[in-house]
Each structure stands twice: as C-alpha cells, then as structure tokens.
C-alpha cells in the first residue's frame, strides 16, 4: 500500500492526505449528531446557527485577506511579515466587534429571535479571532505544504467540539452547550496550528520591521480593496440565509436549516477543502511558471462533479426519509430542507476550489461582481419567501437564484483559464 501511495502524483497525494484529516473531522460530528439532536433541541441548533452565521459574516474579513497573500509570496521573510499584519488585522477587527457588541447586544438578540445568544453573545469577539488566526497559520502551512499540520488541527478542531458538546449536553447546559463546546474546539485546533507555524521558523521568530510591513501592504493591498469586501459579500449571502430565517421564521426553523445544512454540507466540505489548498498551490506554481492551466482546471472540475453526482441525488430522493431515521423523526423537516438545498451544494462542492482562480489572474473585481449578484438574488428570493410566510418558497427561490448564478460563474472562470499569464 505504502508503495502504491508514493506512485500516485504529488498533488493527489497531498489531497489524500486533506481529505482524510477532514472526513475524520467531519465524521466526528455527523456520528455524534444523532446523539446531540436528541439532547438539544431546534431552537438549540438555531441558536448556534446564528452565532455560526454572525462569526463567519465578521470573520470572513477579519484578516484583510491579507493572509491570502502569504501563498503567493516570492519569500519566507515577505510572506513572515504578511502573517503578522493579517494578525494585526484580526486583532482590530475583534476589538471593534467586542465595542460593537457592548450596545447593540440586545438588539441583535431581538431581531433574529435568538434568546440563547444572551449570556453568550460576547463570546463572539474572541471567536472571530480564533476564526482569523486558523484562517492565517493554515495559509502559512499551505505555503509550505505542511498538510499534515493542517489535517490534524482539523481533526483535534473537530473532536474537542463533539465531545464537548456532548459532555455538555449531558450535564444540563443545554442552552449554551454547542456554542462552548464549538469555541474550545477553536481553541485547542489554533493551539495546534500556532505549535505548527512555531515550529516552522520563520513566520513567528522573524523580525517585524515597519518599512517592509508597509511595503508588503501597499503591494498586497488588492487583497483588502477587493476581495475582503468580495469575502465579505460572499460571508454575508451565506450568513445571511441563517439570519433572515431567523428574523421571519424564529430560530426553531433556524435549527432545522441548521442541521440539513451541515449534514448536506459534510461531503462538501470533505473534498472541498481539502481540495482547495492544494489546487490553489499548484495553480500558483503553474501560472507562475508560465504553465497553461485549463486542463489542470477542466480535469478537476470533471474529477468533483464525477464523485459528488450520486451522493447528491440520494439526499434529493431521500433526505426526508435518512434524516427522521438517523436523527428522528422531529427532524424530518431537516431533509425536507435537504431536498431542496442539495442541487446549490453540489454547484457549490464545485466552484469552491476554483474560487481562487480569479485571484491569481488579478479579476478581482469581475469575480467580486458575480458575489454582489448573487447575493442580492438570494437575500431578494428569501425575503420574499419570508414575506409570503412560507420556508420553502424562500430556499426554493434561494436555490433557484444560486443555481443560475453560479452556473453563469463556473463558465466565466472556465473561459478565463483560457488566457496566457496576465
């Protein structure tokens, strides 16, 4: 077996090695879930669905994006000094969530019908800033092809969750139990990940000077100019479905969405992300070497689509059914939900990866065109459903929006591998 692994190409290889790090970390939560859907309620997971939502909208920023910047660095000290601003970054950006939070509390609390969030709303701020600081040492990892690193945090980020949030539940702390137990996850995962980049060198011994900082700034500033706010819109067409569902529908319906989200999500975001770092990093090397990348791009959105194809269409014909059986039969509505979101997420399972395309041919602004669009179309399409009074007309629209939009986003950056380098 041994020998039939070091056969395979590089980058298969080293997403292998990602992919099995996150179908572990994603199977710790989809094998506990049924145990947690029958200690915590709907209302419960749409509690923390909304704090999930409020944490990925801010945190989506938090960096500037400057930590994406660290991949295409041409050296360790530039891209050193990369990650100590993206630090800087995320540390004002908590300190302004944290002095936001201090007088719109309750008001937030009131708007997206959320009454759990009130004795664990301030631990947003510090969330964000685990969010960030992962977000920055896995670029710095990815840079160096240290995936191990990366696939191990994911897991320890995962087991710490679980079992907390079981633990937790079990003891009465029902309440505030699967958002605790998703930031000590967050804590011992950037623990790890901040051991990693420690030991690498470099990227936390080095010296900070001012002059280069603000070199590397100007340089990168594309990074905070375009895609921050293209992270941001693209945070916020994703939170906001956790948010308005809230606000029109209460967050019972929040938790069913919730749910069908993260379990229709686990096979998504087990070849996604795993994918993705090593997709982006050999694009970077291919596109810097003058190397065409279209059929690098067409093999690999061939390879997604092949394995994804059935797993999606089994959630289509039977996600009611799966979904009272594992998780029972209050959540049957989850996989009515599932029904309809499953078409989205297989466009997204995807696009993710190729989401990094635009960046290294500097398209940021068409691409940040595209997000403005469809999130627009989807935030119109559920507030009409919410208007209406009914969920399904809302993610029927949502979906339906999505769909188009990002059929229209994949043949674009298709067309765009195409060019020369820029």
């Known amino acids: 077996m041994k020998k039939l692994f070091a056969k395979l190409p590089s980058d298969i290889k080293d997403a292998s090695t990602l992919a099995f790090g996150n179908g572990f970390a994603l199977a710790i939560p989809v094998l506990l879930s049924p145990l947690l859907t029958r200690i915590y309620s709907a209302d419960h997971f749409g509690t923390l669905t909304i704090y999930l939502a409020l944490i990925g909208f801010i945190g989506a920023f938090a960096t500037g994006r400057l930590d994406f910047a660290i991949l295409i660095s041409n050296s360790k000290k530039n891209a050193a000094h990369l990650f100590k601003i993206a630090v800087f970054f995320a540390m004002v950006v908590s300190g302004i969530s944290f002095i936001t939070l201090f007088f719109t509390a309750g008001l937030i ?3 997206f019908n959320a009454p ?42 995962s087991l710490f969750v679980g ?18 137990g998703k930031l000590i996850g967050d804590v011992f995962s950037g623990g790890y990940l901040g051991f990693q980049v420690q030991r690498l060198g470099v990227y936390l011994s080095q010296k900070f000077t001012l002059k280069r ?23 916020l067409s994703t939170s906001s479905t956790a948010l308005l569902l809230g606000y029109f529908f209460g967050d019972k319906i929040v938790g069913y969405y919730g749910l069908s989200f993260m379990v229709c999500i686990a096979p998504v975001t087990i070849i996604s992300t795993a994918f993705y770092p090593v997709f982006s990093q050999k694009v970077s090397e291919m596109f810097n070497s003058g190397i065409e990348i279209r059929s690098y791009t067409k093999k690999s959105i061939q390879v997604l ?36 979101l499953a078409p989205y997420l297989f466009l997204i399972f995807i696009l993710s990866p190729l989401t990094y395309i635009p960046l290294i041919y500097d398209r940021h ?44 986003n994949l043949f674009w950056i298709s067309r765009l591998t195409l060019r020369g380098h820029a």
Request: charged content about 15%; hydrophobic content about 50%.
């Open 163 to 180: 079992v907390s949030q079981l633990c937790f539940g079990l003891v009465g702390f029902n309440q505030s139990g699967l958002i605790i």
């Open 116 to 157: 759990g969030l009130a004795n664990i709303i301030y631990l947003i701020p510090l969330n964000i800033f685990l969010y960030a600081i992962i977000s920055a040492t896995q670029n710095a990892l990815n840079r160096e092809k240290e995936y191990r690193g990366i696939s191990i945090s994911k897991s320890i980020r």
């Open 213 to 235: 900082g603000i070199v590397l700034f100007k340089q990168n500033d594309k990074y905070l100019k375009y895609n921050a706010p293209h992270a941001t819109v693209t945070a």
């Open 305 to 340: 689509a092949l394995i994804s194809f059935i797993p999606f269409i089994l959630l289509m014909i039977f996600g009611p059914d799966i979904f009272s059986a594992i998780f029972g039969e209050e959540w049957k509505t989850s996989g009515d939900f599932v029904q309809i």
């Open 109 to 111: 609390i009131e708007v």
């Open 365 to 408: 602004r068409t691409s940040f065109m595209f997000e403005i669009f469809a999130t627009v179309s989807r935030i119109t399409g559920l507030i009409i459903g919410g208007v209406l009074g009914d969920i399904f007309i809302a993610l029927i629209l949502f979906v339906g929006v999505s769909i188009i939009v990002q059929t229209a």
